[in-house]
């Protein structure tokens, strides 16, 4: 039981680049997120996802987008990258109440 | 909007010594509190969740309670640990059951450093 799993765990990017960051959970829950944490400011959600086919923005969406294909699986893209967007993002679960977090992504932008 | 603060930002404080982590709220209308811990360069481990209806959780020298009518929470360490040094966050579930659907709002966290 591997609980969630992120990846890359580290990515630096030039400005206008692309990538998709994956998070992979096997605890079979419904309900993903994304959240991106910058220092003082705490965790922020980007999007979520209440099951397979099906994403919802969160507080800071813009410039990402995300899909959920398989349940087990939640994708967070950047089209085209941007030196707001360097931040540590992490990925959760939950069924409900805990939530469960991967160990983060952390993105540079130059 | 929701919105949640913890104070200190940063503590530091010798090894043994009891101490109260703050955190406040400002929508009362929550479903449940978290604390979470997070080490450096690491995710975040849950560490107690308290139910609206709840007062308080205990897990070993952790006790969280939780005050709803004044928005507001505290984790009291007992007989702090150097390995208790990490950043502590608080974050609160927000409405009633699926129509929020999980969603977390997060405190900036407080710096704990436990030196020996």
């Known amino acids: 039981n591997a609980g969630v799993t992120q990846t890359p765990k580290f990515r630096v990017l030039k400005t206008g680049q692309s990538m998709t960051l994956l998070c992979a959970q096997d605890m079979n829950h419904e309900y993903m997120y994304w959240y991106r944490q910058d220092p003082g400011m705490g965790l922020r959600l980007i999007h979520y996802?209440?099951?397979?086919?099906?994403?919802a923005k969160g507080e800071v969406p813009d410039g990402y987008n995300v899909s959920r294909l398989k349940k087990q699986n939640f994708l967070l893209g950047l089209e085209s990258a941007a030196p707001s967007q360097t931040s540590v993002y992490f990925c959760?679960?939950?069924?409900?109440?805990?939530?469960?977090f991967g160990p983060g992504t952390r993105l540079t932008v130059l | 909007k929701q919105e949640v603060t913890q104070i200190p930002a940063a503590l530091s404080v010798p090894e043994g010594e009891n101490l109260v982590l703050n955190c406040s709220f400002t929508?009362?209308?929550?479903?449940?509190l978290q604390w979470f811990r997070q080490d450096p360069g690491k995710g975040l481990t849950s560490l107690l969740l308290?139910?609206?209806?709840?007062r308080e959780q205990t897990s070993g020298r952790l006790n969280a309670s939780l005050d709803k009518s004044s928005g507001r929470s505290t984790l009291y360490i007992a007989a702090s640990q150097p390995g208790d040094s990490a950043t502590y966050l608080c974050a609160v579930r927000r409405g009633a059951g699926g129509t929020s659907y999980g969603k977390l709002t997060f405190g900036q966290g407080t710096i704990l450093t436990v030196h020996p």
């Open positions: 959760a679960s939950t069924t409900g109440d805990t939530q469960y």
């Open positions: 996802s209440v099951g397979e086919g099906t994403t």
């Open positions: 929508d009362s209308a929550i479903y449940n």
């Open positions: 308290i139910q609206s209806s709840q």
